[in-house]
């Protein structure tokens, strides 16, 4: 079987005179069949993955690319009043953004650029995008502390990116998850908004809105929190798995149906304390029961 690399190592694969990445300044003429020899020799059979590394994957990319315009489409759906509109752009990135990772894991697509774009794209979808959807539906009337809020949100889910790029580490993360609090944001706005049957309308004004602004710091200091969080990245899709399992899919998939803004709201809540809920039991429910136990034994 013909290995699908082979091409980077194969002289026919390429037309005289115009190997890959060679141009004018490299030292080769075009048409001359002895210093492409030569490029071959010392380049393309001494190092094949040098070739490749001077383009890019496509598939993962565009994905990733899909997911950015989704965050930049939420940000002019709510310049533009749409705010359920821009919710339900955050819920596609956050779809899109699951899906680059596993294809590129899948087929081996993986690379530092990718990762890269990852982040930016991230950054804009999870971000900026949720921080300015939230402002100009509700925060905006609080004034300073409107945007003082949204800039803690969005100035942690930097940091949040920033810090996951140096302890890349899918066991589990720290910090909550910068899509998880995007998507807290972004559901609290489409339960709101879901049915209203208005094109443009306004959030929460008043003590609501310094509510939703207490939610949104709190949420960007649950970023860069130190509290560990389950990763769902350790779900293998490759593996068998039980029967039950994919009817328990189908049942969860059920539930969420019947009131999806409000069910993913209801779940993603869930998620952020969960990491609070397991630091404060390890800190004070364990080394106390602990204690006791260890009392025990001595007697």
Not at 48 to 60: E, H, S
Not at 98 to 108: E, F, H, P, Q, S
Not at 283 to 297: A, L, Y
Request: hydrophobic share 50%; glycine share 10%.
């Amino acid at each position: 079987m013909k290995d699908r690399n082979d091409d980077h190592d194969d002289p026919s694969a390429h037309s005289p005179g115009e190997p890959d990445g060679a141009t004018m300044g490299d030292g080769y003429e075009d048409g001359d069949p002895g210093a492409y020899d030569a490029f071959v020799s010392s380049e393309s059979l001494d190092e094949p993955d040098r070739l490749r590394r001077r383009g890019i994957y496509l598939l993962p990319n565009l994905i990733t690319t899909a997911a950015l315009f989704s965050g930049f489409f939420a940000i002019v759906a709510a310049m533009n009043g749409n705010f359920e509109t821009a919710a339900l752009a955050i819920f596609v990135a956050m779809v899109l953004d699951a899906a680059d990772g596993r294809v590129a894991r899948l087929t081996r697509t993986e690379s530092a650029f990718g990762a890269e774009y990852d982040s930016l794209s991230d950054m804009v979808a999870f971000g900026v995008a949720p921080a300015l959807v939230v402002f100009a539906w509700s925060l905006q009337g609080l004034g300073q502390v409107g945007w003082v809020a949204t800039f803690i949100y969005m100035a942690c889910a930097a940091l949040r990116l920033a810090r996951f790029n140096m302890r890349h580490d899918n066991s589990s993360f720290t910090g909550l998850a910068s899509p998880a609090a995007a998507a807290i944001i972004a559901g609290v706005v489409w339960v709101a908004t879901s049915g209203s049957g208005q094109e443009a309308t306004s959030g929460p004004e008043g003590f609501g809105a310094f509510l939703l602004a207490l939610l949104t710091a709190g949420l960007g200091l649950l970023m860069v929190a130190p509290v560990r969080y389950w990763s769902p990245k350790l779900f293998n899709f490759k593996g068998r798995v039980p029967f039950m399992t994919l009817v328990a899919a189908v049942i969860a998939y059920a539930v969420v149906m019947v009131d999806p803004p409000r069910v993913l709201l209801g779940l993603f809540l869930i998620y952020a304390f969960s990491g609070p809920a397991q630091w404060l039991w390890q800190r004070f429910g364990e080394p106390r029961f602990g204690g006791r136990s260890s009392d025990s034994e001595n007697k």
